[in-house]
């Protein structure tokens, strides 16, 4: 199962990269404005920035309404942990926890990968989350099969997430939040999730809003526990959602300068 697990995984990804090559090549053979063009829509449908905003209001404005069979049916579409028995303070929690999660996966890996590679990197990654999203549980049933795409995932993703522990903390003060306490938070509590990656984007959101992340998360009735990531020196609240949210846009901004800038450096030093 995991031999045909990585050369699922390995088929998928390639597949995309070539097929997306494959797609812009024709593309610029028959107009350079046209590829071009393509390109840059292809890049953007790669980016989750919108549709994590779209998601997450759901969220907030069925809590705002006091409606919380509507948001933790709301929340299901964008977690995988179970919804049905959450109250509110949990519901804000998994919501938050899953904006700053999202921020290198669905952002800043896509921007990476665009930078490295234009389009078809930008997919091939896209293609690699999702898999990840789809087999890569440590269940019984993916265990195995879901091996490769899960560790495919953790190496795309080690650099993105890294990253993600510079730009949030930055983004953060720029949105009136604690830089300062986001970079601590950062260091003190980025390696404590079982995941080689997820932690840091959490704890930088953390320490950024001044809140506590973590606890106790059930998949499937089963429980699963996560380390407290973050000092609780404010009680999670329903305006931290749209806070989380507009970390994430001012984070993209500049993942995005981040990535024009580099790309100028590498210009000028080989001309």
Not at 100 to 120: K, R, S, V
Not at 237 to 259: D, K, P, Q, T, W
Request: charged share 20%; with cysteine; aromatic share 10%.
């Amino acid at each position: 199962p995991r031999t045909a697990g990585m050369v699922f995984a390995l088929l998928i990804t390639g597949g995309v990269y070539a097929a997306c090559l494959m797609v812009l090549c024709f593309a610029n053979y028959l107009s350079p404005f046209l590829g071009a063009a393509l390109s840059v829509i292809l890049i953007y449908t790669s980016l989750a920035t919108k549709d994590l905003k779209v998601q997450s209001m759901r969220v907030y404005s069925s809590l705002k309404s006091g409606e919380l069979g509507a948001a933790r049916k709301s929340l299901s579409c964008i977690v995988g942990r179970d919804t049905e028995n959450l109250e509110e303070k949990e519901i804000t929690r998994a919501t938050v926890e899953t904006v700053a999660e999202n921020i290198p996966d669905g952002i800043i890996a896509p921007l990476f990968y665009a930078f490295l590679g234009g389009a078809p990197a930008a997919l091939a990654y896209k293609a690699a989350s999702t898999l990840d999203s789809m087999v890569g549980y440590k269940n019984e049933r993916y265990k195995e099969f879901g091996w490769a795409s899960a560790r495919i995932d953790d190496i795309l993703n080690f650099i993105p997430a890294r990253l993600s522990g510079f730009l949030l903390p930055l983004a953060g003060g720029l949105a009136g939040f604690d830089m300062t306490g986001s970079f601590k938070a950062v260091l003190r509590d980025g390696r404590k999730n079982p995941s080689p990656n997820s932690g840091i984007p959490e704890a930088a959101m953390a320490g950024a809003l001044g809140v506590r992340l973590g606890g106790m998360n059930y998949y499937h009735s089963v429980p699963a526990p996560k380390p407290f990531i973050g000092e609780e020196r404010q009680a999670l609240s329903l305006e931290h959602i749209r806070a989380s949210i507009r970390v994430a846009y001012i984070a993209s901004f500049l993942g995005l300068l981040l990535g024009l800038f580099a790309t100028f450096i590498v210009k000028v030093s080989r001309s």
